[in-house]
């Protein structure tokens, strides 16, 4: 009697229709970079990658399914709520534009197009770029910090977070 109690049962074995059945089988899909990076980044430059994405989608005419202000719960409509959406619309384009403007033909900005519009990994950048591992990293930072900053989303006390292009030497000067 004990031992017919301590018999282990076995699971039911599934019927070949159920396991050969078409979708039974799920492929698994590879995360964004994004996605892969929370873990990397802090809050401001997360907040600053979401709201480049938020941008760029809107500056094409793109269709966006976030409110650009983070997915903050949207308050009651009032009177006036519709200018109030629309001006911050505008308000995170002509940002995005202007931090385009300042780091056109940087390493920062085309790393960060790379990752976040076209979701390359960053490792595939530093081969690309025959670099060091971790230096597509910084210059992701560089562009990320750069946009927060603009935005006024930095933490207190934070300094050079706005890029500064570097000085020319005296060389190009003279040419």
Known sequence: MLARSLRVTSKPKKSKRIRNAPGATRTRLSASPLSRLKNSLDIYEFTAADEIIAAFRMANGLPVSRDPDL???????????????????????????????????????????????????????????KARKGTARVHLATALKHFAA??????????????????????????
Do not use: C, Q
């Open 150 to 175: 603009l935005r006024g989303n930095v933490p207190r006390g934070a300094r050079n977070w706005k890029y500064v292009p570097p000085s020319p030497t005296r060389k190009e000067k003279a040419a």
């Open 71 to 129: 997915d903050i719960p949207i308050s009651p409509l009032r009177f006036g709520a519709a200018d109030e959406h629309a001006a911050k619309v505008t308000d995170l384009v002509r940002i995005y534009l202007g931090w385009r403007r300042d780091l056109a033909g940087t390493a920062a900005l085309s790393v960060a197009d790379a990752v976040l519009m076209t979701e390359t990994p960053l490792s595939e950048l530093d081969a690309r770029a």
